[in-house]
């Protein structure tokens, strides 16, 4: 088993800049990549950032390319988000994920382990 505990949302305005952590434990060893996935309000949960295990490969979806940047540190333990120049469409529950396949993935049921969610507010 894999448990993952984000913390580090709130409430900001837009414009501004917030870290999202994910800490990672467990079987940690059959982790491929690790990605943060987010649900707005009345919409389905989708893909955000992701990251390679193995070599740090990154992906990110369009909307957040330039503005977000995925990052673990050397033990693979933890993986943060971090979030700039925030807008108001940001605003979702975020979500840690791990993947215990090969490769990396932008969908939803190809993410193995979740972690709880933490809730992000970006005011106007």
């Known amino acids: 088993q894999v448990q993952l505990v984000e913390s580090g949302g709130g409430l900001v305005q837009a414009g501004d800049s917030l870290r999202l952590s994910c800490a990672v434990s467990?079987?940690?060893?059959?982790?491929?990549?690790l990605g943060w996935f987010r649900q707005r309000p009345g919409k389905e949960r989708e893909f955000v950032a992701a990251?390679?295990?193995?070599?740090?490969?990154?992906e990110y979806v369009d909307s957040v390319k330039g503005r977000f940047t995925i990052s673990t540190n050397g033990a693979r333990d933890t993986v943060w988000l971090q979030m700039d120049t925030v807008k108001p469409d940001d605003t979702a529950v975020y979500y840690c994920?791990?993947?215990?396949?090969?490769?990396?993935?932008?969908?939803?049921?190809?993410?193995?382990?979740w972690g709880q969610g933490t809730q992000v507010t970006v005011s106007s």
């Open positions: 994920s791990a993947r215990t396949r090969s490769g990396i993935s932008t969908l939803v049921n190809e993410y193995d382990y």
């Open positions: 990251i390679k295990k193995s070599d740090g490969t990154q």
């Open positions: 467990g079987r940690t060893w059959f982790i491929y990549s």
